[in-house]
């Protein structure tokens, strides 16, 4: 049996024997089956593409921690996007319905900027604007040097400048 074919048939027996632990543990953390699914299967994305350098023995973990750090980071976004739009309705008193519109609009298009920004970089940028996380906090949490984040955050900083237009 060729490696391709071997790659292929661990990684079956490995999805069958752990795609319903993965999923229910997801579900007990989110309480959202649709959550829980997509979540699942970026898990099992993610050890396709690592399917040579993760060993049988350490799968399961290996599988819970990824499932588990793609929480968080749904969450964060979720906890980033619940406080922007709030910042937006506390602010909306009697302005005109262009501005509201407008606001909107950038609402729209910050969301999408965030969801192109590099994981890392993104990562980095949620947790130092969202989260609050000084770059020393975010480099120990990280396990990077507090230079590495410095690097993330100013690659995320020129990203979002040039797609928002300087408005960061």
Known sequence: MDAENKGKSWYRHIFDAH???????????????????DLTQDA??????KRFQVKEDTVRP??????????????????YDLKFRSSLIEGVGNESPEYIMEMKEFDKKLQESLAGLPDKCREVFLMNRIDGFSY???????????????KQMSKALAILREKLGGKV
């Open 136 to 150: 020393r906090e975010i480099a120990e949490n990280l396990g990077v040097s507090i230079k590495a984040v410095e």
């Open 62 to 79: 290996w599988l819970f921690t990824i499932a588990r750090n793609s929480f968080l980071k749904s969450i964060r976004r979720q906890k």
């Open 44 to 49: 099992f994305l993610q050890l396709w593409d």
């Open 19 to 37: 795609y319903k632990y993965v999923l229910n543990y997801l579900f007990y953390l989110s309480g959202d089956i649709g959550l829980s699914e």
